[in-house]
């Protein structure tokens, strides 16, 4: 394990780069101005790094040559039964053995497809396992060697991931190239990757190797060495997904989150749109009273929030009274109540509550006098801050330095480790602790 401690002080904190936190700042901006969830986020980032792939489909041969391969493969360690338990076939092993016995090898896809739609036995235990149990309409395909070999017992522990965001056409070749060089050294593997060529413009993550810490570095050789067996097919594949730490310009790395109830992506987009709305809101109170040049006019901070608030509450109003008029109730205005004289009237009148309300994390300010019942949203005005603030080199800079530091302070919430955010809360010292029971 002392190799995994020197592992993680090596490895770096991908939000330290700036052009990754512009990027996922973009991501956060398209979130809220559509007032969008942490989901809608979460989706925006898994796209980050698949804007130029292709969908064009793999070559037939080689999805036949794969396919194929791996079917022979398994059938005959099936058929050759060494180490092979019925148990793990729910006491079916027997009528699966005589399924295969009435196949022949195959050569293509489609006599794969064939084949499991004659068998159902076949299809159930199949060598490849997708996501859904619609086999032909699946987003991931799972092979694990566990399988191929025909035991089903777990043979890599899922505690690390290494990402590949490859091009449709290159998958197949990539996975066989890995695959065929675990096989003949004997080194387990547990994979998945995306089948359909149109998801590829959906995901930065084609092919996903999970590992352990005896595997991880193995596959890194591995890969490698592909690299240099076929590098005109690594040179088409696009930077790893944009929270992974880049082991090099092709393959990103993470730790398996804690829980099975979110991907590694998600357990850290949760972090970030806090994180970033925390950091949007305390250089906000910060600087109210900054000058910000927004429209080629110049305001301070807290009175652009609020006459930009009022204005588009105003505007949402009036389209609102004119579809429904019975609005005007609820509201207690008309059409042409919405004027100049009661713009000003409400803007100096909320103008000074606007940083007390951001300080309380509220989203929007009430306006209640005169029968009035007024509700002004600020996300439009904190969004248009927002895009201030990255288009100045000075604020950009200490706007990212709060957003770090809210990541620091919210990771354990997250259970994500503060330092490298790669990894989980509480990993240094899980390592620190297996090397110390080494010694011993």
Not at 247 to 258: Q, Y
Request: hydrophobic residues 30%; proline residues 4%; charged residues 35%.
């Amino acid at each position: 394990m002392k190799n995994f401690y020197d592992f993680y002080k090596l490895c770096k904190n991908p939000l330290y780069d700036d052009e990754v936190l512009k990027k996922v700042l973009k991501a956060y901006r398209e979130m809220a101005k559509y007032n969008n969830s942490s989901d809608s986020f979460y989706r925006k980032i898994e796209t980050i790094g698949a804007e130029n792939k292709k969908n064009t489909p793999p070559p037939q041969k080689e999805k036949d040559l794969f396919w194929s391969a791996l079917f022979n493969r398994w059938k005959r360690n099936i058929l050759r039964g060494e180490n092979i338990s019925d148990k793990a076939y729910n006491g079916e092993l027997r009528e699966l053995v005589e399924a295969l016995e009435k196949t022949q090898d195959i050569s293509t896809y489609n006599e794969f497809i064939e084949i499991i739609r004659k068998y159902p036995i076949i299809d159930k235990y199949k060598m490849i396992r997708p996501e859904s149990v619609d086999f032909e309409h699946r987003e991931w395909n799972y092979v694990l060697s566990s399988n191929i070999n025909g035991t089903r017992e777990l043979d890599v522990n899922p505690n690390y991931r290494l990402y590949i965001n490859s091009e449709a056409s290159d998958t197949y070749q990539i996975l066989a190239g890995f695959i065929g060089e675990c096989s003949q050294e004997k080194i387990p593997y547990y994979l998945k990757f995306i089948e359909d060529p149109k998801d590829y413009q959906e995901r930065a993550d084609s092919i996903v190797i999970w590992a352990d810490e005896k595997t991880l570095f193995k596959y890194y050789r591995i890969l490698n060495q592909l690299q240099k067996r076929m590098p005109n097919v690594i040179s088409r594949c696009s930077e790893p997904p944009i929270l992974t730490m880049k082991i090099n310009s092709w393959i990103g790395f993470g730790e398996e989150p804690n829980s099975i109830e979110q991907s590694y992506t998600s357990a850290r987009s949760k972090i970030l749109v806090e994180s970033i709305s925390n950091a949007l809101r305390t250089w906000i109170i910060e600087n109210s009273e900054k000058k910000v040049n927004i429209n080629k006019l110049d305001f301070p901070v807290k009175q652009y929030i609020a006459a930009r608030s009022v204005k588009d509450g105003f505007d949402s109003m009036k389209k609102e009274i004119k579809t429904r008029p019975k609005s005007i109730l609820s509201y207690g205005v008309n059409d042409s109540d919405l004027n100049r004289d009661l713009y000003i009237e409400v803007l100096n009148d909320i103008i000074d509550d606007v940083i007390p309300a951001i300080k309380s994390d509220d989203d929007s300010i009430d306006y209640n006098k005169n029968g009035k019942n007024l509700r002004f949203y600020f996300r439009n005005s904190l969004n248009d801050v927002l895009d201030f603030v990255m288009n100045s080199d000075v604020d950009r800079k200490l706007f990212f330095e709060k957003i770090r530091e809210n990541i620091k302070q919210n990771s354990k919430k997250y259970e994500i480790d503060e330092e490298k955010f790669i990894f989980n809360d509480g990993y240094l010292e899980q390592i620190k602790r297996n090397e110390d029971c080494e010694r011993t």
